[in-house]
């Protein structure tokens, strides 16, 4: 279980964060939706353990700012919003430093079968940065992936926290890495991801946490969190939700085109 109690975070002289609580379960999606600067991204860099914070936070019991770091990256893998590589790797070499980081070390076929998870195994032995951009986002998908190959381990549930991990992908790949998170939550890990488009969000979430203003506008399963007057007042535009068959959700913004 990842639990949030009363969490400040301050960027400068002000909270980014406004006492915020939550929780998350393993064995399931939560997806993290808002506008731009509502603080999702602070909430998971928080929850991973990078950033300083007021309050509590505890993953799988253990007390993130008492834990040290060997162990949370036994228990957790983090794809931030942008990944860079200053130097000449090859994408096999970027996924390999994902098992040195968890308990996978003895394990280097792991980097294969995670390449061949994202659809990069023809690519392992380019250099990343002749990459694309959407391919350099599946490698480091990958590497986190190799990180925590296993979603349990003899310690219990681990975790996957992935910062709008379908952001620079086509449609096709954005459905794919969505199965990958799948798959690892329904194997009894816990997935945490930051994500903007509403749609894809709706089929992929067990449970929501909508954000404004460092603050929660609402949490629960997309059916309840999903409402046209909640999503528009937080988004600040005028937002149409429907129901689509057999139990999923759509959202269209109503865009008026200028005179």
Known sequence: MLEISDLH???????????????????????????????????????????????RITLQGHEIAKTPAWRLAALRA???????VAFPFTV??????????????????????????VGLSDLAHRAIQSLSGGQQARAHLARVRAQVWQPVSHAGPRWLLVDEPVASLDIAHQLEVMA?????????????????????SAQLADEMVLM?????????????VMRGPVLSRTYGCELQVGAAAPDGLWVLPQFARPA
């Open 180 to 200: 990958i998170l799948r798959r690892f939550a329904d194997a009894g890990g816990g997935v945490v991801a930051v994500m903007h488009d509403l749609n894809l």
């Open 9 to 55: 975070v301050a960027r400068g002289r002000s909270d980014v964060l406004q006492g915020l609580s939550l929780s998350a379960k393993p064995g399931a999606v939560t997806v993290i939706l808002g506008p731009n600067g509502s603080g999702k991204s602070t909430l998971v860099q928080a929850a991973s353990g990078a950033l300083p914070y007021r309050g």
């Open 212 to 224: 404004r203003e460092g603050r929660i506008e609402a949490h629960g399963p997309p059916e309840a």
């Open 92 to 117: 096999a070499e970027v996924v390999g430093m994902g098992l040195h980081a968890g308990i996978e070390a003895d394990h280097p076929e792991i980097v294969s079968a995670a390449l061949a998870e």
């Open 78 to 84: 983090v794809l931030e919003q942008s990944n860079s």
